[in-house]
């Protein structure tokens, strides 16, 4: 306990101790152990703590739990056949139905231009904030934050085989939950509980639930600094101007015990505001001490910054040893200058006008999307028959996806060579369907026929180019269109 009256609130910048002056800057670094050091890993156990980012974190961590655990669970009205889920990736019928929306294999540039603006998203933010994202929303974060909430809260009353419970049984929840994104809750959740659900739904439920028990309480940290790739690719986008969490090195050395500054005071020698008291490093969740400088290991959580400020309010001390702060603020900072203003960087602005230029082709790409593909191919032999009265066949394959919300017959015409009449056929079943490619059950998103394109004799000489349309049943224009030929006598096939 120190026994000096606090000193008055000091402002920043104040003049740096000259040894602090001299000190340089800590750098970014990987502690590695010596050669043939065996190294035993302790479990990490922070002390919980309070303050900004910690209710900044609570309140982030309430968002996504509640969003995960509800979102399944909300119904979505839709046509018949169709789930009533408002979010389901129904891989087995191949969409993903994401409320008003509906997504298909035929969807996939556009799922891959969603991650594209994702990831540039998450850059931008890096460049900004730093690892914003792995300290307050990365699922590993916001699970292994709840369980030790729970073991904080309820270890005391009930032990840590109380709190395992708990953790189990949140784990199951969490399995039955993500199971419930991929197969409708209201069905699935039912036979899994009267025992009806496929042997391979029980697998993945117990897979899910260890998944989650293990990550949350036991791997803990370790995700982040030895299985996640992220921290590695982050620390190549963090510039001098990327606001991390930063111990203020310049203000807060030489550190040492509170009564040892007052000695070195009565010396007249100044002392910095690091009582030494270790605070910061028993919240943290990685175990770190984030006065040895920006780490990889350092998930930007902001805790160890709300431990010191309540360290400093006690001494009387400004707030802020510990705070979101960038190399050329501290730099500034340290010799006494004014602290800089944000600049945007040509990095940031990059991944900035990156997302919004996927955005800009993604968007109307998906407006446009009329839901159908369709593939033609002429069959093997690339040529013509001629039949018994003299009229010329083409024959192709036909492949169609049909993603449309609502599925229905499609008319098939060919332009480009006069008189020309269409024929459908089912493989194997040798079937005549006329020029209708018949609406798609649900589910069956694919048909692949065979298509004869007949023209009377005389209509196509040589090679023609032509255009297959494909036209819902009662509209006027076609939704598909596919290029191709129509080849005829002279076309030297
Ligand atoms: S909490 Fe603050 S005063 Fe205590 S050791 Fe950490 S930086 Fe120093
Ligand atoms: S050093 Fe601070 S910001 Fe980094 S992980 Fe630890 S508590 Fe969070």
Sequence with gaps: MATHAPPPPETTPRPAAPAAEAAPRP????????????VVRRPVRPRPTTGRWRRTKDAVMAVILVLFFILPHLPWPRPDGQPQQALLFDFVGGYAYVFPFRFGYEDLLLL?????????????????????????????????DLFRKIEHAVAPKIGRGGARLLWGGISLLTALTILAYFA????????IFTGEAAAFTYVLLAAFTLATFFLATLVQDMVCTHFCPWPRFQAVMVDRDTKVVTYQAWRGEPRGPAKRKAALAAQGTAGGDCVD???????????????EGSQLA????????????QVMAKLGLEEGLIRFSSD??????ATGRAEPKPRLRARTLGYGAMMLLVMAVIVPVYLDRTGIIVHVVPDQTGGFVRLSD?????????????????????????????????????PGAEASLGNIVPAQAPGARQANLRMMVTVPPGRAAGRVPVRFTFTPEGADAPEAVERGWFVGPGSGR
């Design 328 to 333: 050329r603020e501290q730099t500034a900072l």
């Design 390 to 426: 003299g009229s010329i066949r083409n024959i192709y394959q036909l492949g169609v996806q049909d993603g449309r919300a609502t599925t229905g017959p499609l008319l098939v015409a060919v332009e480009g060579v006069p008189e020309a009449r269409v024929e459908l056929v089912t």
């Design 298 to 309: 350092c998930i930007g959580c902001g805790l160890c910054a709300d431990a010191c400020n």
């Design 277 to 291: 008291c270790g605070l910061c490093v028993k919240v943290c969740p990685m175990g770190i001490d984030i006065r």
């Design 27 to 38: 750098r970014a670094h990987i502690a590695l152990p010596a050669p043939g050091t065996h």
């Design 184 to 191: 409708p809750a209201r069905t699935l959740w039912p036979l």
């Design 112 to 144: 891959m231009g969603l991650l594209l603006v994702s990831a540039m998203g998450l850059f931008f933010t890096n460049t900004l904030v730093g690892r914003v994202w792995c300290g307050f929303s990365c699922p590993q974060t916001v699970w292994t």
